[in-house]
């Protein structure tokens, strides 16, 4: 039969370019956000993180914003090398429910980089 | 530290069989977390660990799955019987403290249910 897979939103950039990759969230209880990348074959692997009553942290070539208006967190990455291309997902945790600490996953943007 | 460990890498196995996956969490890590990723649905959280107590397991699919955690080093998650839709990636996670600190994942277990 067909295969219908998760359609996931892809970012193509050239090599030296810088990528900015968006997520929105829908829980206002969420109070810790992380961005993973997971590379074909390997489980995902954590890049960077920001806490609630933040708007922006910056790690090595990686940036974290945070939105807390509307809900949406974004990732950028500086001077984007091959390596980067691989599959990026927001996360975040909070009180879903009454679990709090919980760590909820995006859908993934799938970044390549063309050399 | 190795990080997550799991095992088995890859698992094969017929319909109506009995599947155990099992992880070791990182030392000292008091919350573990097992995650399904499937092309169709993505990375699904299915049970949430927090000091070997099930907080959370609203993302178990059904009866079929279930999972334990009977010390602070050893996590299984069993399927029985399994079926074919059960294929997928299972990944296991784990992070320190129950409301803080990035979860890290290990390599996860490729199950194929024929």
């Known amino acids: 039969g067909e295969n219908v897979g998760l359609h996931l939103p892809t970012l193509s950039v050239q090599e030296g370019d810088n990528s900015i990759i968006n997520c929105a969230y829908s829980?206002?209880?969420?109070?810790?956000f992380i961005w993973y990348k997971q590379e074909s074959g390997k489980g995902p692997q954590f890049i960077i993180d920001i806490r609630s009553n933040m708007d922006k942290r910056q790690g090595q070539r990686v940036t974290v914003l945070l939105n807390k208006t509307v809900k949406h967190l974004s990732l950028q990455i500086a001077a984007t090398q091959p390596g980067d291309s691989a599959v990026y997902f927001c996360a975040d945790r909070g009180n879903y429910g009454g679990s709090q600490g919980n760590l909820i996953f995006g859908k993934g943007t799938k970044l390549s980089v063309k050399p | 530290d190795a990080g997550v460990i799991q095992s088995p890498r890859h698992e094969v196995t017929e319909m109506g069989q009995e599947v155990t996956l099992r992880c070791k969490p990182i030392s000292g890590h008091n919350s573990l977390f097992w995650y399904r990723q499937t092309m169709m649905r993505g990375l699904e959280l299915l049970i949430y660990?927090?000091?070997?107590?099930?907080?959370?397991d609203s993302g178990m699919p059904e009866d079929r799955f279930s999972a334990k955690m009977p010390n602070a080093s050893f996590s299984t998650l069993k399927i029985q019987p399994s079926e074919p839709r059960d294929s997928a990636v299972y990944f296991c996670a784990s992070s320190l403290g129950r409301t803080g600190g990035e979860a890290f994942f290990g390599q996860g277990t490729r199950l194929t249910v024929v």
């Open positions: 660990f927090n000091n070997n107590v099930p907080i959370d």
């Open positions: 829980n206002s209880a969420s109070d810790y």
